[in-house]
Nanobody, 111 residues
């Protein structure tokens, strides 16, 4: 059974950092294209970053230069390192593989 579980969200001040984790079960993340998405209150879900099986990465313009996506193969985990966080980064962050979604982890950036 495919399952994605996100963690690492929380409350952080502007300029701070958080590292999100997406732990997969039921399949080997190393062979798949994985994405991070986010949904802010009252807004549609949007793509944040993706990593391919070949570890090629992409970022939305809004997070480029601040966020880094990576894979920890030994832990079957995808990470999203988020630096220099801004209030507009406040959202529920989701991990995605095709039709599979985690339940999300809430990131709140506020002073």
């Amino acid at each position: 059974q495919v399952q994605l579980v996100e963690s690492g969200g929380g409350l952080v001040q502007p300029g701070g950092s958080l590292r999100l984790s997406c732990v997969a079960s039921g399949f080997d993340l190393a062979y798949y294209h994985i994405g991070w998405f986010r949904q802010a209150p009252g807004k549609e879900r949007e793509g944040v970053s993706t990593i391919t099986a070949g570890s090629n990465t992409k970022y939305s313009d809004s997070v480029k230069g601040r966020f880094t996506i990576s894979r920890e193969k030994a832990k079957n985990t995808i990470l999203l390192q988020m630096n220099n966080l801004k209030p507009e980064d406040t959202a529920v962050y989701y991990c995605n593989l095709g039709n599979y979604w985690g339940k999300g982890t809430l990131v709140t950036v506020s002073s």
